[in-house]
């Protein structure tokens, strides 16, 4: 019988075999989300851009550059709570949640912090929304990464002197 319990060595370093089920992260999948929420933002930005026309083009430019900070101030430590407070919630539709609400929050943030005034709601509706995309996106594709590079359990090393 396999056992998973983080206890587990395997490999020549011994190191724990950590089970990505268990809502378990590392700086490796921080660091993907990052990656891949600067490129869900590009993207946005980019269809905001075309969108647009000449003045959404301008209004793409500043969203990507205030989503990439914010991205990086609120989305990075907000993303490491969550994803430890969360990890024992087993459901991954409720990570999911929660990752769209504190990612439409910081969306909502970046509008009031780069323009010190007051909006009616209707304005957040679309930073909110690029960035609850942005969050559900990064977190999705790191959590598939996490299983994929960890999901598999190492198999065992030979024992020589049997």
């Given at each position: 019988?396999?056992?998973?319990?983080?206890?587990?060595?395997?490999?020549?370093?011994?190191?724990?075999?950590?089970?990505?089920?268990?809502?378990?992260?590392r700086?490796?999948d921080?660091?993907?989300?990052?990656?891949?929420?600067?490129v869900?933002?590009?993207?946005?930005s980019i269809?905001?851009?075309?969108?647009?026309?000449?003045?959404?083009?301008?209004?793409?430019?500043v969203?990507?550059?205030?989503?990439?900070?914010?991205?990086?101030?609120?989305?990075?430590?907000?993303?490491?709570?969550?994803?430890?407070?969360?990890?024992?919630?087993?459901w991954?539709?409720?990570?999911l949640?929660?990752?769209?609400?504190?990612?439409?929050?910081?969306?909502?943030?970046?509008l009031?912090?780069?323009?010190?005034?007051?909006?009616?709601?209707?304005?957040y509706?679309?930073?909110?929304?690029c960035?609850?995309?942005?969050?559900?996106?990064?977190r999705?594709?790191?959590?598939?990464?996490?299983?994929?590079?960890?999901?598999?359990?190492?198999?065992?090393?030979?024992?020589?002197?049997?």
């Amino acid at each position: 019988m396999v056992s998973t319990s983080t206890a587990d060595v395997s490999g020549p370093a011994a190191t724990p075999w950590r089970d990505p089920r268990r809502h378990e992260w590392r700086g490796g999948d921080i660091a993907c989300g990052w990656v891949v929420g600067a490129v869900t933002l590009a993207v946005l930005s980019i269809v905001l851009g075309v969108l647009g026309g000449a003045a959404g083009a301008a209004i793409g430019a500043v969203a990507m550059m205030t989503g990439l900070v914010a991205l990086s101030l609120y989305g990075v430590p907000v993303a490491i709570g969550a994803a430890t407070l969360l990890r024992v919630v087993r459901w991954e539709w409720l990570h999911l949640l929660a990752f769209a609400a504190l990612g439409a929050l910081g969306g909502a943030l970046a509008l009031s912090a780069t323009t010190w005034t007051m909006h009616d709601p209707g304005t957040y509706a679309l930073p909110a929304g690029c960035g609850a995309i942005t969050a559900v996106v990064a977190r999705g594709v790191s959590r598939r990464r996490a299983i994929r590079t960890r999901g598999i359990r190492p198999p065992e090393p030979e024992d020589a002197t049997a």
